[in-house]
């Protein structure tokens, strides 16, 4: 239980902005349930999405707008954190073939250009998705918060065992190889599940949601092999990545869903 509780504490205190006491120990079992657990451990964060999204329909705002919103709420309880690093990895990918000096400039944290489009071009995908479904269906505010928290699975494809770190310090360090493959199957086993009963609230196929969840577990698997191609190994801001891209993607995916 006391590596349980460390665990939950880990993932709440470094997947949301929300106020927790801090882990007493931080190895890497803990980090790898800390991981597992992400989707639920923002589930209160989801939960303003959600909420943000409603109101933005309610109000009749623009699907645009509605959808930046709840974005927006979302990056706001989670200090930007994931979003810096889908800034810093896109810079490093751009910046030079040779590893040390991508490695230096993901370190460095400053927005370049190819960091800068990267972020409007994702967070308008996000954005425009997010306003669609909260449009679509009655349920679809619901549905955006949900899609939210699940899109923290994204973390667990690049910090599964066999994926090396980049380098020895830093977040990609201490989390780098820590969930077994074994429990990175239940997490999207899990999440497939979840899209087929989202899907399953509309006339919609759940072969739809289904492979829009298996997409974006394809999609954050090729990203994570070019990030170790291109760095040596995983670091922490290309995790942070890896949840942007799979939020743009799964919400690409269902607001696509058709009946």
Known sequence: MSRLGDAVRLSVGTFSA??????????????????VLAPLAVVPVGLLVAIVAWAGRELGLPA??????????????????????????AD??????DRERALTVARTGDVGPAGAATL????????????TIAGRWSWGPAAVGVLWCLARAGASVGLRRGVPAARRDGMGAT???????????VVWLAALAVGAGVTAL?????????V????????????????????????????????????????????????
């Open 175 to 185: 989390f780098a190889g820590s969930v077994p493959v074994a429990a990175l199957a």
């Open 18 to 35: 929300l106020r927790v006491p801090p882990p007493r120990r931080v190895d890497r079992p803990t980090a790898g349930i800390a991981v």
């Open 92 to 97: 490093a990918l751009a910046s030079s073939y």
């Open 202 to 210: 509309t006339d919609a196929s759940i072969l739809q949601g289904v």
């Open 120 to 131: 409007v071009l994702v967070l308008l995908a996000q954005a425009a998705s997010a306003g």
């Open 64 to 89: 645009l707008v509605t959808g930046a919103l709840a974005i927006g709420a979302g990056a706001w309880a989670t200090r930007g954190f994931h979003l810096d690093g889908l800034a810093d990895t």
């Open 212 to 259: 829009a969840v298996a997409a974006t577990l394809l999609v954050v698997l090729l990203l994570v092999r070019h990030v170790v191609h291109r760095l040596g190994g995983i670091v922490g801001d290309a995790i942070g990545a890896s949840v942007e891209v799979a939020l743009a993607a799964l919400l690409v995916g269902f607001a696509a869903v058709t009946p």
